[in-house]
């Protein structure tokens, strides 16, 4: 459940995603860029939240572990879940997560697809920084691409819950 397979991956590249997901769980890291299709596979995440209809709900104490180990490395933190099988009021396990995880420094939220732009851009400066070392001029370019790409993926983007640090 929740992998992908050449057909899927190539319908993805064909509908220009950057990246497709994966249901798999304990994955602090980011997904490689597969060269074949064009696009980042099986991003996964840290957690999945049950809700009572999955055999839930998961426990806060479980998701905040979660979130510290991945913040403990520096890693990504995405937990994802079925907004309409949880309890979100105000003493439920979700909102005490998100009570948790908000509201810190160190920490960048965004959406799934913000972070693989992200990730995308940072992989390109770093190649194209390597082709152009003796040019500037180029350099300063590529820097300004990229802050603009960026600018407009952060006001652009509201959607999705992940979490990494900065």
């Given at each position: 459940?929740?992998?992908?397979?050449?057909?899927?991956?190539?319908?993805?590249?064909?509908?220009?995603?950057?990246?497709?997901?994966?249901?798999?769980?304990?994955?602090?890291?980011?997904?490689?860029?597969?060269?074949?299709?064009?696009?980042?596979?099986?991003?996964?995440?840290?957690?999945?939240?049950?809700?009572?209809?999955?055999?839930?709900?998961?426990?806060?104490?479980?998701?905040?572990?979660?979130?510290?180990?991945?913040a403990a490395i520096n890693g990504i933190y995405h937990f994802w879940f079925h907004p309409g099988n949880d309890d979100w009021s105000p003493a439920a396990n979700p909102q005490q997560h998100i009570n948790y995880i908000k509201d810190r420094n160190n920490i960048w939220y965004t959406g799934l697809g913000s972070l693989y732009i992200y990730r995308y851009a940072h992989e390109r400066e770093e190649l194209m920084s390597a082709r152009f070392m003796e040019a500037p001029e180029a350099r300063v370019m590529l820097y300004l691409i990229l802050l603009m790409i960026s600018i407009t993926v952060i006001r652009t983007c509201c959607s999705g819950i992940s979490a990494t640090r900065r």
């Open positions: 459940m929740g992998e992908n397979d050449p057909t899927l991956s190539k319908k993805l590249a064909q509908y220009k995603y950057l990246v497709s997901r994966s249901t798999a769980v304990n994955v602090y890291g980011f997904a490689k860029w597969d060269n074949a299709f064009g696009l980042y596979n099986n991003a996964a995440t840290a957690i999945f939240m049950k809700g009572a209809s999955e055999g839930g709900p998961t426990a806060a104490a479980v998701l905040n572990s979660k979130y510290d180990s991945a």
